[in-house]
């Protein structure tokens, strides 16, 4: 079974600084898929970003980019220039191909951006 | 094009009731997932649907069911309600296409209060 770790379960930055959020993974496929989710606290869950295992760079969203280890089993979230619209709750979430719809989920990270 | 909308957005049960839980997809998304969200466990997964038939399920026990109508509109069900059953119910759909993965965009959710 799969399993998504969080190891951090509270973090906060300055306004218009960089900070990164970890995540660990463990999984025996060698194709899947994995993201951050972003739930601000009005509740919606919004897709940050996501990464393919069989590619080999990096994605990228504007602000937002992953470092991805396949090997290490590892997906961390760099969020460049924070702002305060980045206060919220970040989930990483594990998926494998054709198993439509099931997201698994770690327990979160609770970011604070400060001013 | 108008999100994924839940309703109702907020119910008081006491236990032993039960509930009926609404999710209406993005126009055009045929596929619907439900997750349950509480502080404990986090998000888990419960079922996804595509077509009206259930095409995947969590590890939830038979209490908790849903159905998709042939509009893709979904409902999920709780029967004889628990005090642990209290969580945030999110609904999220998806398209169907032939790739491995697409995106789940999710909706408000319910927030279920057993007293």
């Known amino acids: 079974a799969q399993t998504v770790t969080q190891s951090q379960p509270e973090m906060s930055v300055q306004e218009a600084e960089t900070v990164t959020l970890s995540c660990t993974y463990d999984t025996s496929e060698n194709n899947y898929y994995l993201f951050w989710y972003k739930q601000p606290p009005s509740r919606q869950m919004i897709l940050v970003i996501r990464?393919?295992?069989?590619?080999?760079q990096n994605a990228t969203e504007n602000r937002f980019s992953v470092n991805f280890q396949k090997a290490a089993k590892s997906f961390s979230l760099k969020i460049s220039d924070s702002q305060l619209g980045d206060t919220a709750m970040y989930f990483c979430a594990f998926m494998k191909p054709w198993n439509q719809g099931n997201l698994i989920f770690g327990k979160g990270t609770k970011l604070s951006v400060k001013p | 094009k108008a999100g994924v909308t839940q309703t109702p957005r907020y119910l008081i049960k006491t236990r032993g009731q039960q509930v009926t839980l609404s999710c209406s997809p993005i126009s055009g998304h045929r596929s619907v997932s439900w997750y349950q969200q509480t502080p404990g466990q986090g998000l888990q997964f419960l079922f996804e649907?595509?077509?009206?038939?259930?095409?995947n399920k969590g590890n939830f026990p038979g209490r908790f069911s849903g159905r998709q109508f042939s509009n893709s509109r979904s409902e999920m069900n709780v029967s004889t309600l628990e005090l642990g059953d209290s969580a945030l119910y999110l609904c999220?759909?998806?398209?169907?296409?032939?790739?491995?993965?697409?995106?789940?965009?999710f909706g408000p959710g319910t927030r279920l209060t057993v007293l």
């Open positions: 999220a759909s998806q398209p169907q296409g032939l790739a491995g993965y697409n995106e789940q965009f």
């Open positions: 649907y595509f077509s009206e038939t259930q095409r």
């Open positions: 990464q393919e295992a069989y590619k080999q």
